[in-house]
């Protein structure tokens, strides 16, 4: 383990996120500086396991840094949660002389990572990239930034239709087990409710707000829900809302996977970036089998061992502005 990291391979694993690639290419590019040699894994772990690796120069990774999606391509590998999928994938960098692995994803992949690095003489370092900013010890997550921008510009639309109509709208963000796509974007766009995987869904409290609200002829209303919340999504939501207030023109927008695609944000391309750049760092400096995130705008180091989801740590303050500014 404390041999010289010279040749590192990178993967993207799990959900896709807007900026990964602006981070594969600070890592191909810091790694080339530092006189590397620097390999690309198609389909996450998969191509490790299957060997389908290549070489990645400076020039491999130009004109990516404003695209969505990942050019390497990912995949949640089954095999690698197996023992003998591990051994395959070690099998390989051992026959390529590869000595470093950069992993950009979510808290799966990490953990994934956390036993192979357990496992195996390879160091690893993680990148925390999913839409979903759901992993614990980091402010930020690659593509987060991206998603939430997506969806705002996406509900402020709907409010347009729904403005035009005296509509109700119930819009199902992403987040199957976060509410902070929910969260921001709809702190962000003025949304009436907030429905989030966090908090238990008080649905006779919504439907009484609403009545309330149709009384003194408040009829734009909007609700975000996280497709992850307790009660079961936008329809679930909409179902038992139609039940109880027959008059509302009521409508369902289930955004979906727009917010997974797309050019990446300026914040989301310079977080990649970083992180990409700390992560050879790393790597050099034998600061091995961490994940990188940034706390207080700074980089901050977490074992990948202790990777989890961030799970209810929307603070009640967020919940009050909800409640306040929706009045
Ligand atoms: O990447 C995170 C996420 O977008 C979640 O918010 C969502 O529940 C899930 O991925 C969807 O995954 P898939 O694209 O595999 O259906």
Redesign the pocket.
């Known amino acids: 383990m404390e041999k010289k990291v010279t040749k590192i391979a990178v993967l993207t694993s799990?959900?896709d996120?807007p900026g990964m690639n602006a981070a594969i290419r600070a890592v191909v590019r810091t790694g080339n500086y530092y006189g590397m040699e620097v390999y690309g894994s198609m389909r996450g772990y998969q191509g490790l396991i299957d060997d389908d690796i290549f070489r990645m120069e400076n020039r491999s990774v130009a004109n990516i840094i404003q695209r969505g999606g990942t050019i390497l391509k990912t995949a949640r590998c089954k095999e690698f949660y197996e023992p003998e999928g591990r051994k395959k994938a070690y099998d390989t960098l051992k026959k390529r002389g590869i000595n470093g692995l950069v992993i950009i994803g979510g808290d799966g992949s990490f953990r994934g990572a956390g036993k192979f690095s357990q496992e195996f003489d390879i160091p690893c370092i993680g990148l925390a990239g999913?839409?979903?900013k759901d992993i614990a010890g980091t402010d930020f997550t690659i593509g987060f930034d991206t998603a939430v921008n997506t969806a705002v510009e996406a509900i402020d639309k709907i409010r347009d239709t729904a403005d035009a109509h005296d509509r109700l709208f119930i819009i199902e963000v992403?987040?199957?087990d976060a509410g902070y796509i929910a969260l921001h974007s709809g702190i962000a766009t003025g949304a009436e409710h907030i429905l989030i995987p966090e908090r238990k869904t008080d649905i006779d409290h919504v439907i009484d707000s609403l009545l309330e609200k149709e009384k003194r002829k408040k009829l734009v209303n909007m609700i975000v829900v996280a497709?992850g919340d307790g009660f079961g999504g936008a329809e679930e939501v909409a179902r038992h809302v139609k039940q109880k207030l027959p008059n509302a023109d009521t409508r369902v927008c289930v955004l979906g996977?727009i917010q997974?695609g797309g050019s990446p944000s300026c914040l989301d391309r310079l977080i990649a970036s970083r992180m990409g750049y700390h992560a050879v760092e790393c790597l050099m400096e034998g600061r091995y089998n961490v994940f990188v995130g940034i706390q207080n705008n700074k980089m901050h180091y977490i074992p990948l061992q202790n990777a989890v989801k961030a799970k209810g740590k929307i603070s009640d303050e967020w919940m009050k502005i909800v409640k306040i500014l929706a009045s």
Do not use: F, N
Request: no cysteine; proline share 0%; glycine share 24%.
């Open positions: 799990g959900g996120a999913t839409i979903d992403m987040g199957r497709e996977h997974r």
